[in-house]
């Protein structure tokens, strides 16, 4: 892992992964983030998915994917990107297997409130259960979700 220093801040170079159901706020909060890390890219769900015309939202769909996120993550980490993901990424096992060759933060956005993206919901989420920062955006502006990861030193 290296660090940059820009305005006295240190910045890790690393991944930055944010997961959960579609309208939680993870493109919100990513695209905060790309905003306070160095050299940054920014991968997408729904860009991705349009870039590889993969509209299948079935497991096998949804796994393609995310196994396509994966590799592009790990080639840009490689090259010195701070790397920032947003995509639903439901299955906890291909977001392990990211995390186990890599430096990664995983945050889990969710939310009760309605957002309008219940369409796109994936019944069979599994919410992370080790080594992630859970981030309840429920009634909060982006600036106190902000925060949220600034107290966990992670930006």
């Not at 801040?9 to 905060?32: H, N, S, V």
């Amino acid at each position: 892992m290296s660090k940059k220093i820009l305005y006295n801040i240190y910045y890790i170079i690393m991944i930055y992964w944010f997961t959960g159901q579609p309208g939680a706020g993870k493109t919100t909060l990513a695209k905060e983030v790309l905003k306070l890390v160095s050299n940054p890219i920014h991968i997408d769900g729904d860009n991705l998915r349009s870039i590889l015309n993969n509209f299948d939202y079935s497991e096998t769909g949804r796994r393609k994917n995310i196994e396509n996120v994966i590799s592009i993550a790990r080639f840009l980490d490689s090259k010195g990107f701070t790397v920032v993901i947003s995509v639903v990424a439901p299955y906890r096992d291909l977001r392990e297997s990211l995390k186990s060759t890599n430096k990664v933060v995983e945050f889990y956005v969710h939310t009760t409130e309605l957002r309008g993206r219940e369409n796109y919901f994936c019944e069979n989420y599994e919410k992370p259960e080790k080594n992630f920062i859970n981030i309840d955006t429920t009634e909060k502006t982006i600036e106190e979700t902000i925060n949220i990861i600034f107290k966990n030193n992670l930006i």
